[in-house]
């Protein structure tokens, strides 16, 4: 599977949870990120509510919403 992008994740209380999900080339992503597939960004998005991150906007790729 090619990946779409990244997941960010914080940890909080010794656990890590999605923060957002950037496109494969923001740089706002920081180091805590796992890739992630289209399938799965649209997961995060239609079911988990994770947020698009608001400089990269991968939310705004073709078919995506």
């Known amino acids: ?7 960010s994740l914080l940890r909080a209380g010794g656990t890590s949870h999605a923060d957002a999900v ?3 080339d923001c740089w706002m992503g920081g180091k805590r990120t796992k890739p992630t597939t289209r399938e799965q960004a649209l997961r995060a ?4 509510g994770i947020t698009a991150c608001p400089y990269c906007r991968p939310d705004r790729e073709p078919g995506v919403l």
């Open 22 to 24: 950037h496109t494969g």
């Open 1 to 7: 599977m090619r990946a779409f992008g990244a997941t």
């Open 45 to 48: 998005f239609r079911e988990d």
